[in-house]
């Protein structure tokens, strides 16, 4: 039997893009201070966490979690581990933790992401031969098969045209996205959530997407009518998020605070030609195990790493408009790969901690080599 589980605290940094005001920030500085904020409040104390799992895709191998959770003065005995399936890292740490504390393996975990596009390290394949030079690359291969292994930017823009979203059509999207984020920043929802920096106390992406900056915008890949510009494609950035989760029944006992109940996910494979089209399945599928409808979500917070692939993962399921990505998305915030899913996740909890009891909410995203991740909470 399985334990119920939940969610005491949820916060992140603010996101700044490749080179801005967080760049600086080796992974320990940008994620002790979210660390310690979360932990704080959620009231545990630092001897009450029993791990802590983080995402994180660009660091280039060690163990990032355990370097923050030393940095933040969390005791030696405190496990911890970092996992790497690129975006969707983040979300996946967090379910991997309310796993844990199901199954009864672990009473109090924090779990999110971090990332540093600025700090990340240049990758190289070492020569194998005396005398060759070492060659630059910018990724890895997801799958064997090349033919099967697009560039998620390119694969992003054939979808386009496949479906027959126009880049007008993707504009607006952006446009809103930004839009949403600027009436978060203005009427003070975000304060929740955020960690403030030296010099960056919100999201500095975020701006007013007038149409006439976005018809300045080059194609960045595919053709004049379909394709994808700096504005309908989520930006490189840095960032962390955390999330405390624990037994229920011990959160209750102890009296710390319950913002939300973990209430299921799913973690799904699909076409790696498609990868932008894969949150459809894990959002479905979680969906019917809970027996939920798509119009009884009350928030949804999806990955908009495109606008193409943000509109292609919601066209269909009935969601209410006004309930998607209700603060903006990574449209006007930057994409920090392996944390962009635990921000999600934060961005869901402080969304339906203002709502009522029982009301419900998805976060998904998904990963190059075909890989996806939903997640489904409830307010307690």
């Not at 163990?63 to 911890?80: E, I, K, M, T």
């Not at 790497?84 to 796993?99: E, F, H, I, N, T």
């Not at 240049?122 to 560039?151: N, Q, S, T």
């Not at 952006?174 to 955020?194: M, P, V």
Request: hydrophobic fraction near 50%; aromatic fraction near 4%; glycine fraction near 10%.
């Amino acid at each position: 039997m399985t334990r119920p589980v939940v969610i005491l605290a949820a916060r992140r940094t603010p996101v700044a893009p490749r080179g801005g005001a967080l760049a600086r920030l080796d992974l320990a500085e940008l994620g002790v201070p979210v660390l310690q904020a979360v932990i704080a409040d959620a009231r545990t104390g630092l001897a009450a966490i029993d791990e802590v799992i983080l995402g994180n895709a660009l660091g280039a191998g060690g163990n990032p979690a355990r370097l923050v959770a030393l940095a933040a003065g969390l005791p030696d005995a405190v496990s911890a581990m970092t996992l790497d399936r690129q975006c969707c890292s983040g979300l996946d740490a967090v379910v991997m933790a309310a796993r844990s504390i199901a199954a009864g393996d672990a009473t109090v975990v924090v779990a999110g992401g971090i990332e540093s596009f600025s700090r990340a390290p240049i990758r190289m394949h070492r020569p194998l031969e005396k005398g060759d030079e070492a060659v630059a690359y910018d990724r890895p291969a997801f799958v064997a098969d090349a033919a099967r292994d697009p560039d998620p930017l390119q694969a992003a823009a054939r979808l386009a045209v496949e479906l027959g979203y126009s880049r007008v059509v993707q504009e607006q999207f952006a446009r809103a996205s930004h839009a949403r984020a600027l009436a978060a920043q203005a009427d003070g929802r975000l304060a929740h959530e955020l960690v403030p920096f030296p010099g960056l106390d919100r999201d500095a992406f975020t701006r007013d997407l007038r149409p006439e900056l976005m018809q300045r915008a080059a194609v960045l890949a595919g053709d004049a009518d379909h394709g994808l510009t700096s504005a309908t494609v989520a930006v490189e950035a840095d960032a962390a998020a955390m999330l405390v989760l624990a037994d229920e029944a011990q959160a209750r006992a102890q009296g710390w605070p319950i913002l939300c109940r973990f209430r299921g996910a799913t973690l799904a494979g699909g076409d790696p030609v498609d990868p932008a089209l894969v949150p459809r399945q894990a959002m479905a599928r979680v969906l019917q195990r809970l027996d939920w409808t798509a119009d009884s979500l009350s928030r949804v917070e999806l990955m908009e790493a495109f606008a193409v692939q943000a509109l292609a993962c919601l066209f269909g399921f009935g969601f209410d408009s006004t309930a998607v990505n209700a603060g903006g998305g990574a449209l006007s915030r930057g994409h920090p790969i392996g944390a962009s899913g635990a921000i999600l996740a934060v961005r869901l909890v402080q969304e339906l901690r203002a709502l009522p009891a029982g009301s419900r909410g998805l976060a998904a995203i998904a990963a190059v080599g075909g890989l996806a991740t939903a997640m489904a909470l409830e307010t307690a």
